[in-house]
């Protein structure tokens, strides 16, 4: 349920409306518009009974049932699009924005190098996993805090905040105190307690669709993030499973404005491990901007052929330079800038 205040209902009135939401039993969520303030409620199991207690408060407005099964990164809940900004970055406004790096720090050199290269290039963040969450139980899982402090000093040298990925509960605090966003991989998705611990996190938030969920899923599990407190959450399409294997996975850009539709959250499109094949990863970039997402996250890498981790689907710096060149003119196409 939202309750939507009078245009001149005093922060009093909206205090008065939110203290009777939680003698109720249910959770406020206080919301300032330009010219209205919108109180959300959550908690609530089905529809709110005696609605009347909060109807006949002064300076409320209306209520106004919320039918969807997401409530805080709804768009019925919230109107505007939310900008989350890492650092000085905004992502979700106008600027298109756009995260490289390779796909786990391998070392200081590439990964300084990458870092480099990539914010010359015009990219606004970097990524690099310092934990790897790898199908295999051989593969390389990461360099841990070796990796988070090569990635520190690339923000150092770069400028570029870093996004990285954190995969349980226990190295959470470490990953922080590096990260400038917390980045939760697509395995984890639906890792309930490790979407509460980020929800209680500071930092802001890179949500990766899982291979095997539904947009509905994706966005349930966003809300995990947002009712713990964290409203600083983007959501990435990444590739889905279907029949077709004739790349690593399906990208879903349908995603992309439908999520826009549902929601308020920003969304970003990673095209390297959907497509997971360089030559596809640029046409798939540039789709994604066409098709309105906010950003993207692309893997560079200096030298893919010895990459330990993800080589085929990094595109060489040149390669990422064209990309930012033919993404920049469809971003201008849509009278959108990249950052
Ligand atoms: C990654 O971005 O490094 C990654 C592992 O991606 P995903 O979780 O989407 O597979
Ligand atoms: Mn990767």
Known sequence: MLVVMEAGATPEQVERVCAEIRAMGYAPHAMPGPTR???GITGNRGPIEQAARIERLAGVGQLIRITSPYKLV??????????????????GGNAVVVIAGPCTVESREQ?????EHVAAAGAKLLRGGAYKPRTSPYSFHG?????????????EHSGLPVVTEVIDSESLP????????LQIGARNMQNYSLLRAVGRSRRPV?????????????LLAAEYILNEGNPNVVLCERGIRTFDDSARFTLDLG???????LSHLPVIVDPSHASGRWQQVVPMARAAIAAGADGLIVEVHNDPAFAVCDGEQALVPERFNAMMAEVRRVAAALDRDLA
């Open 255 to 261: 995603a992309v404005p439908i999520i826009k539709q």
């Open 174 to 181: 470490l990953v922080e105190e590096y990260a400038d966003m």
């Open 143 to 155: 360099l841990a805090e070796e990796g988070l402090r090569i990635l520190a000093e690339a923000r």
């Open 37 to 39: 303030t919108a109180i």
């Open 206 to 218: 890179l949500l990766k669709r899982s291979f095997a969920a539904t947009v509905k899923d994706l």
């Open 74 to 91: 709804s768009r019925e809940f919230h109107e505007a699009d939310t900008i989350v900004t890492i650092g000085d970055v905004a992502l």
């Open 111 to 115: 990964t300084l190098g990458v870092a």
